[in-house]
């Protein structure tokens, strides 16, 4: 039997890496692997074969990496597009120092990279010269697929953007084109979303308070295939996206799909 230990640099929540996180548990315990959650504890208690990190810029990353090193445990690391372009200029500053101190190194010793698109394996290249990389794309839980196309009246249709509130997923980019064009003023748009910055939904608020049409309908954990149904668009002009679940989802609810012209 295989052991294996992850560990994250998100905090618990039921978005991004955590919602990988929680799939990937729940399909491993059905296999012949034993998968256990990341904190120091249960990782220096017991004995592994193999650790997953996912994500960066946390030194308690680096040290489960260097904990596993010297406990000669197999390392793979999945960076989940925290190498692209668009991430790299948030915090820029800090990231290159990180980078110099510490997240090189994990890259550099990893016994493999795990991407989630060709795309990511490019960026990831850009940054270290790995020889074992691998692309494997993130999957989404089907209870139902609503594969049929919906077909709405004109000037009837509903628009709906679900992902994390936060400033990469540009939905005040949205907000503002939906408030100044006239013929998006009649249309309803329904947001759905984690607040993961609260400052930045703080200007959502605030920008959409007048307007009946627009929307915040609250986070959206369960039944998102069967909710988001509802809709006719989904509407996402996130800046960077390795590989977005939230497009599955949207797709596996019959939804046609606008995105940035950069994913």
Known sequence: MIKVFYTSSENKNYFGINQVLYSLKKFLNKKTLTYNTGNFYKFLGNEYDLIHIHGCWKIRLFLFFLLSKLRD????????????????????????????????????????????????????LKMIKHDNIKVIPHGIKLDSLNNKIKKSKKNSLKFVFFSKIHPSKN????????????????????????ITDNHYFQKVLKKISKFKN?????????????????????????????????????LASGLYIILDKNL
């Open 73 to 124: 445990i197999k390392i793979i690391i999945s960076p989940h597009g925290m190498l692209d372009p668009y991430s790299l200029k948030n915090k820029r500053l800090v990231k290159i120092i990180f980078w110099y101190f510490f997240q090189k190194v994990i890259f550099s010793l990893s016994d493999q990279i795990i991407v989630n698109s060709v795309l990511e394996k490019k960026n990831v």
């Open 214 to 250: 627009i929307k915040y309908q609250g986070a959206l954990y369960k039944n998102k295939i069967k909710i988001l149904s509802n809709y006719d668009v989904f509407i996402f002009p996130s800046k960077s996206e390795n590989f977005g679940l939230v497009v599955l989802e949207a």
């Open 171 to 194: 939905l005040l980019g949205l907000i503002n084109l939906w408030v100044n064009k006239k013929f998006l003023k009649n249309l309803d748009l329904s947001i759905y979303g984690e």
